[in-house]
């Protein structure tokens, strides 16, 4: 039945205005930063519906392989800098399309681990696993729609730095290093929190280390969050 209605689905879409595309076979694409003389880089991350991968591991700046099989998402990359600042933008074309298929999407994002980041990652729907404990932290903000979450800060920071979560994460779940101090502050339609191991404070939580470690990782999570897990090693 939807096989036969989809041409009058298709002309209808055209009479909107609408573009329409046909998911075809698998794309791959290889990307990558040279290092430079930046002392701190800002990575903005920009993914409409897919499956995003970061971690560390790289010489240089940034390499990335992507997965796409609808061809307007190729992902867009950019990278500027001045002076000792860098702006590196990674960011999905296209969202707004009407597509008929079985649609792939793949992000797989590897990041110097020397290098001091601000990351930012826009995510709509989906699955978004963050290898983020490695890296050279400044600051980590997460913005996501409706999808799951794997969130992990395990690493030895060298600086104080600040997190925050937003938006309607239908399950998210933050591995925190043991070792660091950690205060998790949690406010908004918050389904459930689960912080085993964590001392609570009203919509505080802490971890054993929290009070004598040098370096401490504040979490912020707010909004219509589903789920959270918070687990401290």
Request: hydrophobic content about 35%; aromatic content about 6%; overall charge neutral.
């Amino acid at each position: 039945m939807i096989a036969r209605c989809a041409p009058l689905i298709a002309g209808a879409l055209c009479l909107c205005g609408c573009v329409i595309e046909t998911a075809g076979p698998a794309q791959h694409d290889f990307r990558s930063i040279e290092l430079d003389r930046s002392e701190l880089v800002r990575v903005d991350l920009n993914m409409g519906a897919g499956h995003l991968r970061v971690d560390g591991g790289t010489q240089k700046l940034m390499r990335a392989d992507f997965t796409y099989n609808v061809p307007s998402w190729k992902p867009y990359v950019r990278y500027t800098s001045s002076a000792v600042r860098g702006n590196l933008s990674i960011e999905q074309p296209g969202q707004h399309h009407a597509h008929l298929g079985n649609t792939k999407y793949e992000w797989d994002i590897r990041l110097n681990r020397e290098v001091p980041l601000d990351m930012n990652v826009h995510f709509g729907a989906g699955d978004a696993e963050l290898n983020l404990g490695s890296l050279s932290l400044r600051s980590v903000e997460v913005d996501m729609g409706v999808g799951k979450l794997q969130l992990d800060l395990r690493g030895n920071p060298k600086r104080n730095y600040e997190v925050r979560i937003r938006g309607g994460v239908g399950e998210a779940t933050v591995r925190l290093p043991g070792d660091v101090g950690v205060d998790a502050e949690a406010e908004g339609g918050i389904g459930s929190i689960s912080a085993p191991g964590m001392r609570r404070d009203g919509r505080r939580y802490l971890n054993d280390a929290y009070e004598h470690s040098k370096v401490r990782i504040h979490l912020d999570i707010r909004g219509g969050v589903g789920s959270i897990r918070l687990l401290s090693d």
